[in-house]
């Protein structure tokens, strides 16, 4: 896949790939593994070509040979855009990474962006938005001023709490994604940024949503520090996460599950005082549900100390 989707920039080495994937296809794995490891000694930096060569290693039983290689991918790219240190990972069963690469998540949401809403809605059933508007219903909380869409995809999160906002910004690392979202007229806002390295600014935010989204940074500390230095007074944030047995497990599905332990341990530690956490069920997969949590958590909360350097977290 990866190998026939991305030229080597040579075309004897492309030509070599396409032959190994044709081998691959009649079955002839071992053939396709030979060739294209022949093709990857005349561009030892084609990270994809790398990509590609661990995922026949692995369906092949050669483990170690197959992380061999998704390094090789790594080392070629560090950005990481295809996600080879996860699959990595995953095959180690020694987990290192605390988010998937930027880069990665980008150019999978670009590619996606066109299918994303029939993929989820008609395929795999998904419901986050209806789980999350139900959950602050409950929470007693219907209306909202300002509100941020972390991110915010196609607008499907967007789309659903529009009628309850005044304003309605949105965040999403995918330039494919902010141009389905465009296309919805409801946002105030749209901005291509990074959640999992965001810095609390001058804005203030009555509700702060992030539906489905947190499976894709693994670690939270650092995203949840930032909603909670960028709520308002009474301000609310709420999210969904796929469920978990560990505190953050990352799952062959290269998305990552959360404990509930870990997540109300977590929003305890950063000032929230008030929090629900509901099981539910997100999506389909496979025909299979996928559990997960529904998040509404509330203030007081931790929020910076202007007349400090910036840094210091203070009790509102």
């Not at 709490?161 to 494919?176: H, M, N, Q």
């Not at 799952?251 to 629900?276: C, I, K, M, N």
Request: charged share 25%; hydrophobic share 45%.
């Amino acid at each position: 896949m990866a190998g026939t989707l991305f030229s080597s920039g040579d075309l004897a080495v492309d030509r070599r790939a396409s032959f190994a994937e044709t081998l691959a296809h009649l079955g002839d794995l071992a053939g396709a593994i030979e060739t294209l490891s022949g093709a990857l000694s005349l561009a030892p930096s084609w990270a994809a070509g790398w990509f590609r060569l661990g995922e026949w290693l692995e369906s092949a039983g050669d483990t170690a040979a197959a992380c061999e290689a998704w390094d090789e991918a790594v080392r070629a790219d560090p950005a990481d855009a295809l996600g080879a240190g996860l699959k990595r990972d995953l095959a180690r069963r020694v987990p290192v990474v605390e988010a998937m690469p930027p880069a990665f998540v980008e150019l999978l949401f670009d590619q996606y962006a066109p299918r994303f809403e029939h993929s989820l809605r008609d395929k795999l059933a998904y419901r986050g938005p209806e789980v999350l508007l139900d959950s602050l219903r409950r929470a007693g909380r219907t209306r909202f001023g300002s509100v941020l869409d972390l991110g915010c995809g196609t607008g499907l999160m967007g789309a659903a709490i529009r009628p309850f906002c005044d304003r309605l910004s949105g965040y999403d690392l995918s330039d494919g994604m902010l141009v389905e979202a465009e296309r919805k007229g409801i946002y105030t806002l749209l901005e291509k940024r990074d959640i999992s390295r965001l810095e609390v600014g001058a804005e203030r935010y009555d509700l702060i949503l992030a539906a489905d989204v947190f499976n894709y940074l693994g670690a939270l500390e650092r995203v949840v520090a930032w909603c909670a230095g960028s709520l308002a007074d009474e301000g609310v944030l709420a999210f969904t996460v796929e469920a978990g047995e560990v505190p953050v497990h990352l799952r062959e599905s290269r998305r990552f599950a959360h404990s509930r332990a870990y997540v109300e341990t977590l929003l305890a530690d950063a000032g929230f005082a008030a929090v629900q956490v509901t099981p539910c069920v997100l999506r389909e997969e496979r025909g299979m549900p996928v559990e997960g949590f529904a998040v509404v958590a509330a203030g007081p909360i931790a929020r910076l100390d202007r007349e400090g350097d910036g840094d210091v977290m203070a009790h509102a």
